[in-house]
């Protein structure tokens, strides 16, 4: 649409993907990577509705996570918008319960225009400032062969925002004011 920023915005991993959960030592509701990741995209939805010229696409079954939305058809509909901005919202997982953790930006290594490595270092910053959730990684704004990051016609970033199996972000992930409510 012409003079709208157009945003691909989705919550990665459909609520049934084996796997992705807050494990129960730390969380007695098991509580499931998709709602995580669709609470903050509902939050950014509703900031930026509070904008004109912003158009949203959600890229998920942003109704109840059920169906878990193939990656090739998530960058195709973003493709076919045309999205200005591909944003998937994340949360990691080490595979076993530790204490460190922290968010983590994600690029295309090669994708080093301006415009995308400013998106990066400014999400990333705006997120820790926030959060607190800087976390011990030794590469926060990382490039990776990420299909989400690579396949994408525009800018695209994925955020990790912390460990589900952290003792340390699995307590500020779960509460009530995270992500910014």
Known sequence: TS????????????????????PVELDPNNTSEWWLNDRICDHVEKI?????????????DSDDGYENVPLLTRVTQANQMPADFYLSIHHNAAGKIFNGGGIVIYRDPKDNSK?????QGEIYEELIAYTGLRGNRSNPMAEANLYE????????????????DSTKDSQIILTDWYPFV
């Open 3 to 22: 003079g709208m920023f157009n945003l691909a915005l989705g919550a990665g991993h459909g609520d049934r993907t084996a796997g992705k959960r807050i």
């Open 149 to 164: 990051v690579t396949k994408p016609n525009m800018p695209a970033i994925l955020c990790e925002l912390g460990f589900m």
């Open 115 to 119: 415009e995308t490595v400013s998106w």
């Open 48 to 60: 930026l509705s509070e904008y004109d010229g912003i158009n949203i696409l959600r890229l998920d």
